[in-house]
């Protein structure tokens, strides 16, 4: 570099950091023209959901659409693939029927190619058929097992450890997002009760403080700790002296028995299971309340 260059960069310092940044930008625009070049070259296209090389008419609508997910994203009605008939070759923009090859220049429309489901996808997520579930599965042949009860695939895990069956449980909606389960490219979480929900809406009640289940109000997760925390409460808690003779008739939530509880503001304990995930007993409600001295609300 000329003593002038150098002389003109100590005294501006804003102009070396200019000339980094346009060093960064043209080798950042190279890049992107490499990548355009050779995406070019693969004939490979697709959108957000897949990278393939096709892209489908819609018999519902006769539209063009890359996948299934972007139509339903753009029309005010679902389009199922499965009665997919007709595509367009990305590369050659050939009309033809559903096959795994462009009749006319011959390119695959996907590395993996399933022409059950007429799914073509270039990204290897490890994609397998199960002709149980009748739908592609990502993750692995090996990772999954089909549960002819449950009427899906689950992992091996749950194959050694066992699990809790619900006949054709996966047919059926989220009951958070009710989003559908079965055909649901999000991930499922399986709580002890056997009942399904996106692993993402598990996590997003847990954040909340929602701690049962949507569906049957079981405890989704060990709350031992929890529970010994509302013991010590309760236990430094006094009750008034009008409430020390009202017992309520209790349902467990978690180990589904009746029990007599002695009414607390911190909560209702289940005398079988320790447990205060409970409910009291309507039907025996105002029984249990003309029993007791004062009859306080039953609102908790």
């Not at 503001?265 to 409970?278: A, I, P």
Request: aromatic share 8%; hydrophobic share 25%; charged share 25%.
């Amino acid at each position: 570099m000329a003593d002038a260059e150098i002389d003109k960069l100590e005294t501006n310092p804003t102009d070396s950091s200019t000339i980094e940044n346009n060093n960064c930008e043209a080798t950042l625009n190279t890049e992107l023209k490499n990548l355009e070049i050779e995406s070019e070259e693969d004939g490979s296209t697709g959108c957000v959901h897949y990278k393939r090389r096709a892209k489908f008419v819609t018999p519902c609508c006769g539209k063009f659409y890359k996948c299934r997910y972007c139509h339903d994203e753009n029309e005010d009605h679902h389009f199922d693939r499965k009665t997919l008939t007709e595509l367009i070759c990305s590369k050659c923009d050939t009309r033809q029927k559903v096959q795994a090859e462009c009749e006319n220049c011959n390119v695959r429309f996907g590395k993996y190619t399933c022409l059950i489901c007429n799914l073509f996808d270039d990204e290897d997520k490890d994609q397998y058929h199960c002709h149980g579930c009748g739908i592609c599965r990502i993750g692995g042949r090996n990772n999954f097992f089909h549960c002819e009860v449950c009427n899906m695939c689950l992992p091996v895990q749950l194959k050694i450890e066992g699990h809790k069956c619900v006949e054709n449980i996966s047919r059926s909606n989220c009951p958070v997002c009710l989003g559908d389960i079965h055909t649901s490219r999000i991930p499922c979480h399986i709580p002890d009760c056997g009942h399904l929900l996106h692993k993402m809406c598990f996590d997003q009640l847990l954040a909340s403080g929602h701690y049962v289940c949507p569906t049957c109000q079981t405890s989704m997760i060990d709350m031992q700790k929890l529970w010994d925390y509302l013991d010590a409460q309760a236990r430094n808690i006094p009750v008034p002296k009008s409430y020390e003779n009202c017992n309520v008739n209790i349902f467990c939530n978690d180990c589904c028995k009746q029990s007599t509880a002695k009414f607390h503001f911190v909560g209702l304990k289940c005398s079988f299971c320790g447990g205060y995930n409970t409910s009291q007993n309507i039907k025996k409600r105002s029984w249990s309340l003309s029993k007791t001295k004062d009859n306080p609300s039953t609102s908790a």
